[in-house]
T-cell receptor, first 113, second 111 residues
């Protein structure tokens, strides 16, 4: 199994640009979580899906952030427009039925100038 | 509500010494507890998990953790630290279908 695959691994962009982060979950995992990690705030849950349906998006910081899961094999996290304070590492993590164990991707490091 | 508290954001040990990383949990139901490790520029990897079976849980790389209900603790230990253990360690508790992470403990191993 290739694990949870995230792309891009690194993204540098300018303030105001749109950013799209991608995640391919482990096959058969029906839970998908998006986390953000910063030095100041640690690991924050942004949103999670179950069977492609968003269950809890209360962690999404503001309307500039949106996440979709059009099918069981793909999810995106979009920031539009991006701001310097969005600079962080964004992790996608997935879990099988029952959400017993989380498996993380390698993360996408975003730098907004 | 579920939460975990990690005591000590930074821990330093000498190579070969005991590693002890502390985690206390708060949970209204029997908890599922986890320890994850994060190496630089990598994602979090599962070290071990407690799911209400044996109270002493053995994980990868020689780590283990003991669930103590009376102390609401789930401390992580390793008898002898190795240089390769230097990393960030996160305690987590599952609540419903969500996972709540502690703020992490950075472990430094001194040669």
């Amino acid at each position: 199994d290739a694990g949870v695959i995230q792309s891009p691994r690194h993204e540098v962009t300018e303030m105001g640009q749109e950013v799209t982060l991608r995640c391919k979950p482990i096959s058969g995992h029906d839970y998908l979580f998006w986390y953000r990690q910063t030095m100041m705030r640690g690991l924050e849950l942004l949103i999670y899906f179950n069977n492609n349906v968003p269950i809890d998006d209360s962690g999404m910081p503001e309307d500039r952030f949106s996440a979709k899961m059009p099918n069981a094999s793909f999810s995106t996290l979009k920031i539009q427009p991006s701001e310097p304070r969005d600079s962080a590492v964004y992790f996608c993590a997935t879990a099988g039925s029952g959400a017993n164990v989380l498996t993380f991707g390698a993360g996408s490091r975003l730098t907004v100038l | 509500a579920q939460s975990v508290t990690q005591l000590g954001s930074h821990v330093s040990v000498s190579e070969g010494a005991l590693v002890l990383l502390r985690c206390n949990y708060s949970s209204s139901v029997p908890p599922y507890l986890f320890w994850y490790v994060q190496y630089p520029n990598q994602g979090l990897q599962l070290l071990l998990k407690y799911t209400s079976a044996a109270t002493l849980v053995k994980g990868i790389n020689g780590f283990e953790a003991e669930f103590k209900k009376s102390e609401t603790s789930f401390h992580l230990t390793k008898p002898s630290a190795h240089m390769s253990d230097a990393a960030e360690y996160f305690c987590a508790v599952r609540g419903g279908n969500q996972f709540y992470f502690g703020t992490g403990t950075s472990l430094t191993v001194i040669p």
